[in-house]
């Protein structure tokens, strides 16, 4: 079992930047890939961006090439979102996952079989 805990979100203006946290626990050592995606009321959630666990660059969604960069701290099981240029259609509930599995480009939910509670990101025009 992985647990997973976000932390960052809140309320920024258009054209600001956030950084949002994932702490991993438990079973951290059968992890592969961590990513996050992103939900908007009343919408599907969606990928946003992933990194595998032993190194590498991030992949993206089109949507935030550019702006958003993730990373990851393999000493402190943690991963980053770093959100830059933020828009107003950025407002979602971001969502931290984890996956077990080696196969690479996970953008789908159902490759990842662990994700944290959410962290509210709002932007304001």
């Known amino acids: 079992q992985v647990q997973l805990v976000e932390s960052g979100g809140g309320l920024v203006q258009a054209g600001g930047s956030l950084r949002l946290s994932c702490a991993a626990s438990?079973?951290?050592?059968?992890?592969?890939?961590m990513g996050w995606f992103r939900q908007a009321p009343g919408k599907e959630r969606t990928f946003v961006a992933a990194i595998r666990w032993s190194g590498g660059s991030g992949y993206y969604a089109d949507s935030v090439k550019g702006r958003f960069t993730i990373s990851r701290d393999n000493a402190e099981n943690t991963v980053y979102l770093q959100m830059n240029s933020l828009k107003p259609e950025d407002t979602s509930v971001y969502y931290c996952?984890?996956?077990?599995?080696?196969?690479?480009?996970?953008?789908?939910?159902?490759?990842?079989?662990?994700w944290g509670q959410g962290t509210q990101v709002t932007v304001s025009s």
């Open positions: 996952a984890a996956s077990y599995s080696s196969r690479l480009l996970l953008l789908s939910t159902n490759d990842y079989g662990y």
């Open positions: 438990g079973r951290t050592f059968n992890i592969y890939t």
